[in-house]
């Protein structure tokens, strides 16, 4: 069975763009979560999509937006970008009734 | 009271030798508590996880102990290797259909041979 994939797997982009992140789940796997990993800052969750509805969303600014499509597979959008969010970007899926995740390698931003 | 807090920040033992990772949580609504390991450049990788019906769970050369009344939870692992040299997150969830989980902070474990 395929993993989660990501792309792309870096992106470099200037202050004040805009950068697009995809994930594909797992087949089967209707949740998507993204995470931003930033050194020494741990995993701080994102934003939650289950059967194409945001369901839950972390202590972000609106800038940080997103959405799932019908296939399930879902796109991190972040507008405005400030050289804090260089990060790497996570996504994870996990069944519907389940709680095992299962993350891709991430998306590593930078913005300069 | 949404908080995981995960100790040590590092850890360096020797070949052989078990490593004792800590965490504690505050919400007694979290019902799911799993442990990752992340090599560098990789996603995070489910190892091994908990409910709080019971006290211990061995996979392998990893074991969970839990603590329902302390709200902690550990991951010990025994007979080290070098291999495992990597970062471990703890995390919580609550809820039946899935959910955010909440991670700690991370510790780098190093391995030595």
């Known amino acids: 069975e395929a993993g989660v994939t990501q792309s792309p797997t870096h992106l470099i982009k200037t202050r004040g763009q805009q950068a697009t992140l995809r994930c594909s789940p797992i087949s089967g796997h209707t949740s998507v979560y993204w995470y931003q990993q930033a050194l020494g800052l741990g995993l701080q969750f994102l934003l939650w999509y289950d059967e194409g509805e945001e369901r839950n969303r972390g202590n972000f600014p609106p800038r940080f937006s997103g959405r799932q499509f019908p296939n399930y597979s879902s796109e991190l959008n972040v507008n405005a970008l400030e050289l804090e969010d260089s990060a790497l970007y996570l996504c994870a899926s996990s069944r519907q009734e389940g709680y095992g995740y299962t993350f891709g390698s991430g998306t590593r931003l930078t913005v300069v | 009271q949404q908080q995981v807090k995960q100790s040590p920040q590092s850890l360096i033992v020797q070949k052989g030798g078990i490593p004792i990772i800590n965490c504690a949580y505050e919400n007694t609504a979290f019902d799911y508590f799993p442990w990752y390991q992340q090599f560098p450049g990789k996603g995070p990788a489910l190892l091994i996880a908990?409910?709080?019906?019971?006290s211990e769970k061995k996979e392998g050369r990893f074991t969970i102990s839990f603590n329902k009344s302390a709200k902690q939870f550990s991951l010990h692992i025994m007979d080290s290797q070098p291999g495992d040299s990597a970062t471990y997150f703890c995390a919580a969830s609550k809820g039946l259909r899935g959910g955010k989980l909440i991670f700690g902070q991370g510790t780098e474990l190093s391995v030595k041979p």
């Open positions: 908990i409910r709080p019906d019971v």
